[in-house]
């Protein structure tokens, strides 16, 4: 049996413009812009969704595995 991976909402902030997408579209409001960039206010409340990863234009956030990371 496969290893299960747990999903981590990941931001690419050279890619993210600010357009505010993700943070409209996220349901437990879980992302705000701050500085013209996206960042996650409440990861605790993330409920892993994916609605900021589809929305996102410019493919910035997204939820990926914890090898993502390295």
Request: aromatic share 8%.
């Amino acid at each position: 049996m496969p290893e299960k991976t747990f999903k981590m909402l990941q931001i690419n902030e050279k890619w993210c413009k600010g357009c505010g997408i993700c943070v409209a579209f996220c349901p437990k409001d879980v992302l705000d812009i701050k500085s013209g960039k996206v960042i996650i206010k409440d990861i605790d409340a993330c409920i892993k969704c994916g609605q900021c990863e589809l929305r996102c234009p410019d493919y910035a956030i997204y939820l990926g595995g914890e090898d993502d990371e390295k």
